[in-house]
């Protein structure tokens, strides 16, 4: 399968949310913000971008960036869940989403699509997280920077990392690889905002 198939089959599965009778098992963390390598650009735009538009993927984002929430995919109709995609945004970011209701430039997403792994407990059917198989990356660029890089375009730099080597990413033209499973989204600025209730402003106490 090439790395265009692998992408559609992994990603666009995100397009609609499973309904679950079962219970989905997640163990994820949600701290502060996240110190990794990448060389920064020399505006200071995102450590996560290189001077030529190269995204890095952020290898601590469990533990330092925000779990906006999961989504259980069944990439058959009609068959069981098979995949978990657990999206993640830098705590900066989530608060700017909330003060002004978009993402501020230089907002970092991460999307991690696990196998799904299912066992019956006490509880009932429970659905969880097995192996990372991919991650996808998007990164808000409200500049336009990179005009000449086909991996930048609608506001955003767009990655896909592979889990067989995540230092690479593979993916090669936003538009193809990345964008069309984000149509649906187009008028949320390409992202599925309604799957993260967390980016709601929370309601002050009474």
Known sequence: MDNRALHRRA???LIVAVPLAAIISLGFSNPLPADDPPTP?????SKYVANDGAISLPEDYREKFLHLGTWAVATNSGMPVDELH????????????????KFPDGAVLVKDVTSAGSDKLTTGNATRA?????????????KGRFPKNDLWGDGWGWALFEAKDPKKNVATDYKTDCKACHIPAKKDDWVYVQGYSVLKKPIPPK
Request: charged share 30%; aromatic share 14%; hydrophobic share 40%.
């Open 11 to 13: 990603i666009c599965g």
């Open 41 to 45: 650009k020399s505006d200071n735009f």
């Open 86 to 101: 657990g999206v993640y945004a830098r705590p900066e970011d989530v608060q700017a989403y909330r003060r002004d209701g």
């Open 130 to 142: 097995m192996d990372v198989k991919i991650w996808f990356v998007m990164i808000k660029d409200a």
